[in-house]
Each structure stands twice: as C-alpha cells, then as structure tokens.
C-alpha cells in the first residue's frame, strides 16, 4: 500500500527489504537443519522432538513440568527451559 507522502519506489524498496530479511532468516534456519541432520548422521541426539508429562499417558518416570526426548535418547529433562538448552548446546558441539 502506497500511502499519500510515498513513492512507487518507496514501496518496491520496502518489499526488496522484507525479501531479503525472509531470504537472511530462511538461510539460518537452513543452516541449523543442515547442522542437527550433520549431528544425527553422527549419531549425536540433537533432541529435536520431546513429550512433557501429560497424566493420561501414564508415564510413571516423568513429573509435571518434566519432557522427555522422543528423537533418540529418551532422556529426561527437568523443564522445557532445559531441553531448550540441551538443543543449543548440542549445535553448538
């Protein structure tokens, strides 16, 4: 939308900028799929799925607040908070 104290070219340099930005932000996000799938080729967990503590599941080793890695580990995490640094650290190994 063009507005009244605005150019044709004001609009078209807005949407090269937002082009790129989504360009930029679909290059990282590749490159951090590039990496955990490098990790998981190596046999490293990246843990990139998990399960919180649910009662109707009947999981008797987790408690709320609790998530499990469902990639390949099976390890349990006291918080979401530690599974999300679990993730970073191992990309960043």
């Keep these: 939308m063009i507005y009244f104290d605005e150019t044709s070219a004001d609009e078209l340099d807005a949407i090269r900028e937002q082009r790129r930005d989504v360009d930029l932000e679909m290059a990282a996000m590749t490159a951090v799929g590039d990496r955990m799938a490098e990790l998981r080729r190596a046999g490293v ?49």
Excluded: K, N
């Design 45 to 93: 967990c990246t843990h990139g799925s998990a399960q919180g503590y649910r009662e109707d599941l009947g999981d008797p080793e987790l408690r709320p607040g609790q998530v499990r890695c469902t990639d390949t580990c099976g390890r349990i995490f006291a918080s979401d908070d530690d599974w999300y640094a679990a993730i970073d650290a191992a990309l960043r190994d």
